[in-house]
């Protein structure tokens, strides 16, 4: 019986793992529309380049954050949330 | 001559106090860690912990890194301004103006004038960041990819943003909270306590995650080149030649590149929060008008 409930536990923290990691999608789609923004705005004035592209960097960067989120929640559903949970349950059986 | 020699005697010393910090941290590393096997990926070690009455303090890796790096950027600050005259003539002068222009460049130019003092505040978050990042590179736990570290500066950041909003007022800081109607006050109190909560993570996952990507392509090369070349013989066999390069191409983005962006954000980020923050007009009228009362009294 509590194999089978650790088991459901780590079930689920690896399915909420792979769930949080869709997060990543936005900043992906996010940051490839900047990048294709500023090639355009560099097509239109090359001298502007170094502007375009560290404002580019750094806007990318920012965007990630909510990618980030989900990573973090990935992270500690992987790495911390098992350990947690199934101690949580031996303490509650005690 | 003599003085000279004194002069390059202190400055080896502070060469000294810019490594020494590192390699102490490497010794207690060495020391203090045991014997893993293989490759695992875990938080910062607990090194020993000081009994208190309310809840054990542990005195961790990333906490040690930490003072670790912040001694060896007082060797770094010292050794580059030791000697330094109105005229430059020395390498490293030239480099601690440049640095110290480049900060008081970008204070200005974001912050205003008004704020012109925070240059050295900014310098130091900036350069913290960036050595506890590049600290990794010297095979120690970064102390960036530990959260207490990083929620401690967003802390730090988020006081100094409510100081600087409070300076226009007490009334206005909290009538802000209800605009534009009084129906928006839970949005807007998340949205404030998510500034240092985002502060943090976005550092913290950046280099949480390349760390934990590089680790990952690590042992998976390990594991790789032990099924592929296993067969030759003796030590050949054992050695993993294919983590030979792919790991040290993607620590130059992951330790390098985002440490350094992420630092620069960090930074940024700060001069951007609490300037924007900072109700310039508001707080210039309340002094007028203090100033004012204090006259005609």
């Not at chain 2, 912990?49 to 309310?54: D, S």
């Not at chain 2, 129906?183 to 993570?201: H, Q």
């Not at chain 2, 700060?270 to 009362?293: D, N």
């Amino acid at each position: 019986m509590l194999e089978l409930a650790i088991g459901i536990i780590l079930a689920g923290c690896g399915i909420g793992a792979g769930l949080a990691l869709i997060a990543g999608i936005g900043p992906g789609i996010g940051e490839g529309n900047a990048a294709a923004k500023a090639c355009e705005a560099i097509g239109r004035q090359p001298e502007s380049k170094s502007d375009v592209t560290s404002t580019m960097i750094l806007g990318c960067a920012i965007a990630e954050t909510t990618g980030l989120y989900g990573l973090v929640v990935g992270i500690l559903l992987i790495f911390v949330a098992p350990n947690m949970f199934v101690n949580i349950l031996l303490n509650a059986i005690k | 001559m003599k003085r000279d020699a004194k002069a390059r005697v202190v400055d080896w010393l502070l060469v000294a106090l810019m490594v020494l910090p590192f390699v102490l941290s490497m010794t207690l590393k060495v020391l203090l860690k045991p014997a893993g096997e293989g490759i695992s990926i875990t938080g910062a070690q607990v090194y020993f912990t000081i009994p208190m009455p309310v809840m054990d303090l542990p005195i961790t890796e990333s906490q040690v890194n930490s003072l670790m790096v912040v001694l060896s950027i007082l060797g770094l600050c010292l050794y580059l301004t030791h000697g330094i005259s109105v005229v430059p003539h020395s390498k490293r002068q030239i480099v601690a103006e440049w640095i110290v222009e480049k900060v008081q460049n970008l204070v200005n130019s974001n912050m205003g004038a008004y704020f012109s003092a925070f240059a050295p505040f900014i310098a130091g978050i900036m350069f913290i960041s960036a050595f506890s990042s590049l600290s990794s590179l010297l095979g120690l736990f970064p102390p960036t990819s530990d959260m207490n570290i990083v929620a401690g500066w967003a802390i730090l950041v988020f006081v100094l943003i409510t100081y600087y909003k409070l300076k226009g007022g007490l009334f206005p800081y909290v009538k802000g909270f209800f605009e534009p109607v009084f129906i928006f006050a839970p949005f807007n109190i998340i949205g404030e306590v998510a500034t240092p909560v985002s502060m943090s993570f976005r550092h913290y996952g950046n280099v949480l995650s390349g760390m934990v990507i590089s680790t990952l392509v690590a042992y998976a090369l390990q594991t790789l080149s032990h099924k592929l070349l296993g067969w030759l013989p003796g030590v050949l066999g054992q050695f993993p030649f294919l983590q030979v390069g792919l790991p040290a191409i993607l620590s130059l983005y992951f330790d390098i590149f985002s440490g350094l962006m992420q630092a620069f954000i960090f930074a940024l980020l700060t001069t951007i929060y609490i300037s924007t923050g900072f109700p310039q007009e508001e707080y210039e009228r309340r002094k007028a008008k203090r100033k004012k009362a204090l006259h005609t009294a």
